[in-house]
């Protein structure tokens, strides 16, 4: 299993959902830098507006919950 430290999932609106975005999930955003990255991705409607390169490095695919059986 891959820990991740530093992780932000940002939720796109119920507009942007609709219009295709869907949730990033960012990984070792512990950094100034890449906290401002994100950051402007977000404002500029994060999930619809492209990712930047740098953030792209940060992505990474959530490990499935386990529901209870």
Same mark, same amino acid.
């Given at each position: 299993?891959?820990?991740?430290?530093? @992780? +932000?999932? @940002?939720?796109?609106?119920?507009?942007? =959902? *609709? &219009?295709?975005? %869907? %949730?990033?999930? #960012?990984? #070792? @955003?512990?950094?100034?830098?890449?906290?401002?990255?994100?950051?402007? =991705? @977000? %404002?500029? $409607?994060?999930? +619809?507006?492209?990712?930047?390169? +740098?953030?792209? #490095? $940060? &992505?990474?695919?959530?490990?499935?919950?386990? *529901?209870?059986?």
């Amino acid at each position: 299993m891959r820990e991740q430290a530093g @992780v +932000i999932v @940002v939720q796109p609106s119920s507009a942007d =959902w *609709t &219009a295709g975005a %869907r %949730r990033a999930w #960012l990984g #070792l @955003v512990d950094d100034q830098d890449a906290t401002e990255d994100t950051t402007a =991705w @977000v %404002r500029a $409607c994060g999930g +619809i507006a492209p990712r930047p390169e +740098i953030l792209a #490095l $940060c &992505a990474f695919t959530p490990p499935h919950r386990r *529901t209870g059986s």
